[in-house]
């Protein structure tokens, strides 16, 4: 606690209310899908993960950085990036048509309940896409707190709806429009209040201070290196996934999505973190280096001994903790824990900074960085299956995380930042 102490009371306070709101909601969607995976079975649960993590990645194509760069911009520039986020919502908009047509390709030729329930998962994630994308125009502003409470009501509305459809004998179909209507609601919310604050104002091309509202084509030059990235990242994440079912069967893919549903929602301490010092940092990076460079030290040795302790404690505990959860026949799902509790040293200290690279203008960087862990991670996964079956991904993810965090501590250390231009201030012609 040392360490956090060193933040200044107002950062402190909105880390530990996002982790606060985390916590929560991180808890409802495990205790979900231990009861999916305790009344489904085995295989519907490998089915539902297989399903969710194919939404997930397709509907990444509406999100394109768009959120993240708002949430840069925004602590920046303020509201002179209304502009920019109006024209932001709008491009998301326009993109959520090729993830809707992507979504009818990839799951036809499915069994009909698993094709309606893909189908649903998939307008649940691109709901949810608009659900963070007013989440990180608040976290641009500061105001982690309401961040935080439509995040946390997203994930504890579908819990509690997809418990009753459960209870009502709705199977996987019922648990997927539990998902889309928990992230639709809190998406259709955060955006009316964004709105009623007066963020999407103004008809023409500009606002009433006369800011110009970025064209398209703008935006898209900032936020495609960084959606680039989050899309191969979110792709890395699930790959495993899609390599298991393909070469092993569903149960296999249960066997990993035990220990994977473990470890993400730890995810919880460098998110926590991060909503209150990425914003803080993209600020002191334009107006007071020196503080910039305090908060990336600071943030970085408290994600690795965060990380550190995670290892511990998941390599010391999977024995005994994986058949108390899931029972016995998720076993195999052991050395996958344990191996995936160790990726999590590097993986924490590369979410703080991936992010510093974003806020130094340097996020084509992590397009590179992220696509070269993608082939890294597809590669070996695919020879170590047949020797270590549902534990070959998490091995292959170890590996990644540790290049990843070489190859960004040498860019930080042997590159400055780059000059930004505001997308609310660059002129019209740029």
Same mark, same amino acid.
């Given at each position: 606690?040392?360490?956090?102490? =060193?933040?200044?009371?107002?950062?402190?306070?909105?880390?530990?209310?996002?982790?606060?709101?985390?916590?929560?909601?991180?808890?409802?969607?495990?205790?979900? +899908?231990?009861?999916?995976?305790?009344?489904?079975?085995?295989?519907?649960?490998?089915?539902?993960?297989?399903?969710?993590? &194919?939404?997930?990645?397709?509907?990444?194509?509406?999100?394109?950085?768009?959120?993240?760069?708002?949430?840069?911009?925004?602590?920046?520039?303020?509201?002179?990036?209304?502009?920019?986020v109006r024209a932001a919502l709008r491009l998301k908009l326009w993109l959520s048509v090729p993830v809707l047509l992507l979504l009818l390709l990839t799951t036809s030729g499915r069994p009909?309940?698993?094709?309606?329930?893909?189908?649903?998962?998939?307008?649940?994630?691109?709901?949810?896409?608009?659900?963070?994308?007013?989440?990180?125009?608040?976290?641009? #502003?500061?105001?982690?707190?309401?961040?935080?409470?439509? %995040?946390?009501?997203?994930?504890?509305?579908?819990?509690?709806?997809?418990?009753?459809?459960?209870?009502?004998?709705?199977?996987?179909?019922?648990?997927?429009?539990?998902?889309?209507?928990?992230?639709?609601?809190?998406?259709?919310?955060? &955006?009316?209040?964004?709105?009623?604050?007066?963020?999407?104002?103004?008809?023409?091309?500009? =606002?009433?201070?006369?800011?110009?509202?970025?064209?398209?084509?703008?935006?898209?030059?900032?936020?495609?290196?960084?959606?680039?990235?989050?899309?191969?990242?979110?792709?890395?994440?699930?790959?495993?996934?899609?390599?298991?079912?393909?070469?092993?069967?569903? !149960?296999?893919?249960?066997?990993?999505?035990?220990? #994977?549903?473990?470890?993400?929602?730890?995810?919880?301490?460098?998110?926590?973190?991060?909503?209150? !010092?990425?914003?803080?940092?993209? *600020?002191?990076? *334009?107006?007071?280096?020196?503080?910039?460079?305090?908060?990336?030290? !600071?943030? +970085?040795? @408290?994600?690795?001994?965060?990380?550190?302790?995670?290892?511990?404690?998941?390599?010391? +505990?999977?024995?005994?903790?994986?058949?108390?959860?899931?029972?016995?026949?998720?076993?195999?799902?052991?050395?996958?824990?344990?191996?995936?509790?160790?990726?999590?040293?590097?993986?924490?200290?590369?979410?703080?900074?991936? *992010?510093? %690279?974003?806020?130094?203008?340097?996020?084509?960087?992590?397009?590179?960085?992220?696509?070269?862990?993608?082939?890294? *991670?597809?590669?070996?996964?695919?020879?170590?299956?047949?020797?270590?079956?549902? =534990?070959?991904?998490?091995?292959?993810?170890?590996?990644?995380?540790?290049?990843?965090?070489?190859?960004? =501590?040498?860019?930080?250390? @042997?590159?400055?930042?780059?000059?930004?231009? #505001?997308?609310?201030?660059?002129?019209?012609?740029?």
């Amino acid at each position: 606690m040392s360490l956090l102490r =060193t933040l200044d009371r107002r950062l402190r306070g909105n880390v530990l209310a996002k982790l606060g709101s985390e916590l929560i909601g991180r808890v409802a969607t495990f205790g979900l +899908s231990l009861l999916i995976a305790n009344q489904l079975g085995e295989r519907v649960f490998g089915a539902f993960n297989y399903g969710l993590a &194919l939404a997930f990645v397709l509907a990444q194509i509406a999100d394109l950085g768009l959120q993240v760069l708002m949430a840069r911009d925004v602590a920046v520039g303020g509201r002179r990036t209304q502009p920019a986020v109006r024209a932001a919502l709008r491009l998301k908009l326009w993109l959520s048509v090729p993830v809707l047509l992507l979504l009818l390709l990839t799951t036809s030729g499915r069994p009909a309940e698993q094709q309606i329930s893909f189908l649903l998962l998939g307008l649940a994630m691109l709901a949810q896409t608009f659900l963070e994308f007013a989440a990180y125009v608040y976290r641009g #502003q500061e105001k982690v707190l309401v961040e935080a409470w439509l %995040l946390a009501s997203g994930r504890l509305l579908t819990a509690l709806v997809a418990v009753l459809a459960l209870w009502a004998g709705a199977g996987l179909p019922g648990v997927a429009l539990a998902y889309l209507l928990g992230a639709g609601s809190m998406a259709a919310w955060g &955006l009316w209040r964004l709105r009623r604050e007066g963020w999407f104002d103004g008809s023409g091309e500009e =606002t009433a201070d006369g800011a110009p509202a970025p064209p398209y084509s703008r935006l898209l030059r900032q936020a495609l290196p960084l959606g680039i990235a989050i899309f191969l990242s979110i792709g890395y994440t699930r790959l495993a996934i899609f390599l298991l079912e393909f070469r092993l069967g569903e !149960v296999a893919v249960a066997q990993f999505s035990a220990a #994977q549903r473990l470890v993400e929602p730890t995810q919880i301490v460098p998110a926590a973190l991060l909503a209150a !010092v990425f914003p803080a940092y993209s *600020h002191a990076l *334009h107006h007071d280096p020196g503080q910039a460079r305090r908060l990336a030290l !600071v943030s +970085s040795l @408290l994600l690795g001994a965060g990380g550190a302790a995670l290892a511990v404690v998941f390599w010391l +505990s999977a024995p005994w903790l994986v058949p108390f959860l899931y029972g016995q026949p998720f076993a195999d799902a052991v050395p996958v824990l344990q191996i995936l509790g160790l990726s999590a040293l590097p993986a924490y200290i590369n979410y703080n900074l991936t *992010h510093v %690279l974003i806020a130094r203008g340097q996020q084509l960087y992590t397009s590179i960085f992220t696509g070269l862990m993608l082939l890294l *991670h597809a590669g070996l996964t695919w020879q170590l299956i047949p020797s270590f079956g549902a =534990t070959a991904p998490a091995i292959s993810v170890t590996f990644a995380e540790l290049i990843l965090l070489l190859c960004c =501590t040498l860019t930080l250390l @042997l590159t400055g930042p780059r000059r930004q231009t #505001q997308l609310a201030s660059a002129p019209a012609s740029e």
